[in-house]
């Protein structure tokens, strides 16, 4: 190969485009015409400003389900998990209100932080100490923590006290420069997950334990402990979205979260990221959290299909998406 093929190639690889990495994007342009042209009310700004603060929360725990999956992972826990530490911190807040005044939601959101980290290990030891398939693992886990909330709501409902409620709305309804604040917290959530993938040893080293573990050992990477920190991640990641969430219903139930560990895996799938591992796009992650959202606003807005069956749509993508990953290799 001549001196001046070199560059022509790289020029050429370059300007290529990846359709995989591309299709989120132009299926979230699709949807906003299509919207557009079902109904004009969809592009008006306090329709589209619902819908992106709707996907926060899932786009804040698929943040986290990016560095799992693209670690060679899977967690199916999310849902139950966001459940669990959402009761233990109103448990909290509540517990230490009398004592502590207002002071107690930010030690509730302390707590609920540790909380979810440590669940987040406690999925990642099982599956590198344990030596037990993620599927297995947080399937089990998936089942303690739905258990756990409904023991902890004696299968009713956990409220947030009320002289509580006024100083934590603003977590959800409350707004900087006019954007709301969960859409705020997960855009840093993404750019903190997109500057930990892309530009930090644990990124890179996250991606090669996904592609191969095996060439990964040998190249003296801790698979163990890549994997564990990617758990830990994905906890972290769930309690931010419990903080948000709260102040929107002011209550855990034994339903929250339900059906939440759908929607990411989709999320994370339809955004790029390998479901085989290897490959994460948290970019694309937040695209396809915002899509499944959008779907479901112009199911309601339409009424060409009943609301009900959002999740047999979003599992009909998540079939589609990986089907389109499969022929595009």
């Given at each position: 190969?001549?001196?001046?093929?070199?560059?022509?190639?790289?020029?050429?690889?370059?300007?290529?485009?990846?359709?995989?990495?591309?299709?989120?994007?132009?299926?979230?342009?699709?949807?906003?015409?299509?919207?557009?042209?079902?109904?004009?009310?969809?592009?008006?700004?306090?329709?589209?400003?619902?819908?992106?603060?709707?996907?926060?929360?899932?786009?804040?725990?698929?943040?986290?389900?990016?560095?799992?999956?693209?670690?060679?992972?899977?967690?199916?826990?999310?849902?139950?998990?966001?459940?669990?530490?959402?009761?233990?911190?109103?448990?909290?807040?509540?517990?230490?209100?009398?004592?502590?005044?207002?002071?107690?939601?930010?030690?509730?959101?302390?707590?609920?932080?540790?909380?979810?980290?440590?669940?987040?290990?406690?999925?990642?030891?099982?599956?590198?100490?344990?030596?037990?398939?993620?599927?297995?693992?947080?399937l089990g886990t998936m089942g303690i923590f739905r258990?756990?909330?409904?023991?902890?709501?004696?299968?009713?409902?956990?409220?947030?006290?009320?002289?509580?409620r006024d100083t934590f709305r603003p977590a959800y309804?409350?707004?900087?420069?006019?954007?709301?604040?969960?859409?705020?917290?997960?855009?840093?959530?993404?750019?903190?997950?997109?500057?930990?993938?892309?530009?930090?040893?644990?990124?890179?080293?996250?991606?090669?334990?996904?592609?191969?573990?095996?060439?990964?050992?040998?190249?003296?990477?801790?698979?163990?402990?890549?994997?564990?920190?990617?758990?830990?991640?994905?906890?972290?990641?769930?309690?931010?979205?419990?903080?948000?969430?709260?102040?929107?219903?002011?209550?855990?139930?034994?339903?929250?979260?339900?059906?939440?560990?759908?929607?990411?895996?989709?999320?994370?799938?339809?955004?790029?990221?390998?479901?085989?591992?290897?490959?994460?796009?948290?970019?694309?992650?937040?695209?396809?959290?915002?899509?499944?959202?959008?779907?479901?606003?112009?199911?309601?807005?339409?009424?060409?299909?009943?609301?009900?069956?959002?999740?047999?749509?979003?599992?009909?993508?998540?079939?589609?998406?990986?089907?389109?990953?499969?022929?595009?290799?």
């Amino acid at each position: 190969m001549s001196d001046t093929t070199v560059p022509v190639l790289r020029e050429a690889r370059r300007w290529r485009i990846d359709w995989v990495d591309a299709g989120p994007f132009i299926a979230l342009i699709a949807l906003v015409l299509i919207g557009f042209l079902i109904n004009p009310d969809f592009l008006s700004l306090t329709n589209i400003t619902n819908v992106v603060t709707r996907s926060a929360f899932i786009a804040i725990i698929a943040v986290g389900a990016t560095f799992v999956i693209s670690s060679g992972g899977l967690d199916l826990s999310v849902g139950s998990m966001a459940a669990f530490v959402t009761g233990i911190m109103i448990m909290a807040m509540n517990h230490l209100a009398p004592s502590m005044g207002h002071g107690a939601i930010l030690a509730g959101m302390a707590l609920v932080l540790c909380a979810g980290a440590l669940c987040g290990l406690f999925n990642g030891l099982i599956v590198t100490i344990g030596r037990i398939d993620p599927f297995i693992a947080t399937l089990g886990t998936m089942g303690i923590f739905r258990a756990l909330i409904t023991f902890l709501a004696d299968g009713g409902t956990i409220p947030l006290a009320r002289d509580l409620r006024d100083t934590f709305r603003p977590a959800y309804f409350g707004t900087v420069l006019g954007v709301p604040i969960p859409i705020l917290v997960s855009a840093a959530v993404a750019l903190a997950g997109a500057f930990v993938l892309y530009r930090t040893k644990y990124g890179r080293r996250c991606a090669a334990v996904g592609a191969n573990e095996d060439v990964a050992r040998f190249s003296g990477i801790s698979v163990a402990r890549i994997r564990t920190i990617a758990f830990v991640i994905q906890g972290a990641c769930v309690a931010i979205a419990a903080i948000c969430y709260v102040p929107r219903l002011g209550a855990a139930t034994p339903t929250t979260g339900l059906l939440w560990e759908l929607q990411v895996i989709t999320s994370v799938v339809i955004g790029g990221t390998a479901l085989g591992g290897g490959k994460g796009h948290i970019w694309g992650t937040i695209a396809g959290a915002v899509i499944l959202e959008m779907i479901a606003n112009l199911m309601v807005l339409s009424d060409f299909i009943s609301e009900y069956l959002v999740a047999a749509v979003q599992g009909v993508i998540i079939i589609i998406a990986m089907l389109i990953q499969r022929f595009s290799r």
